[in-house]
């Protein structure tokens, strides 16, 4: 079982930064990839950014350029810098894991979520 713990996150007007930070705790499961999705009131989750274990990252195209995904493999931790921030921006944001749990299974662990509003 893997557990993540987030932190980070609030209010701030458009135009200004956050982090987020998420740790996993310690797991017999190889932690591979990690990253953040974000859930608007009335939408659908959506990808934010995701990292490798190997230091490959992807962005959505609406983040691109804005934010910045990082990861210390050493403490299972993920970072979500988030600068110029819009109104769009504002979504809870839940942290994402993939553990792996056989050479051929991987199981997805999620955050209980972080909530960032962003007003114009």
């Known amino acids: 079982q893997v557990q993540l713990v987030e932190s980070g996150g609030g209010w701030v007007q458009a135009g200004g930064s956050q982090r987020l930070s998420c740790a996993a705790s310690?797991?017999?499961?190889?932690?591979?990839?990690m990253g953040w999705y974000r859930q608007a009131p009335g939408k659908q989750r959506e990808l934010v950014a995701v990292?490798?274990?190997?230091?490959?990252?992807n962005y959505a195209d609406s983040v691109k350029g804005r934010f910045t995904i990082s990861r210390d493999n050493a403490e299972n931790t993920v970072y979500l810098q988030l600068n110029s921030l819009k109104p769009e921006d504002t979504a809870v944001y839940y942290c994402?894991?993939?553990?792996?749990?056989?050479?051929?299974?991987?199981?997805?662990?999620w955050g209980q979520g972080t909530q960032v509003t962003v007003s114009a």
């Open positions: 994402y894991a993939a553990a792996r749990i056989t050479l051929d299974t991987t199981r997805d662990y």
């Open positions: 310690r797991s017999s499961f190889r932690i591979e990839g």
């Open positions: 990292v490798t274990s190997g230091g490959s990252s």
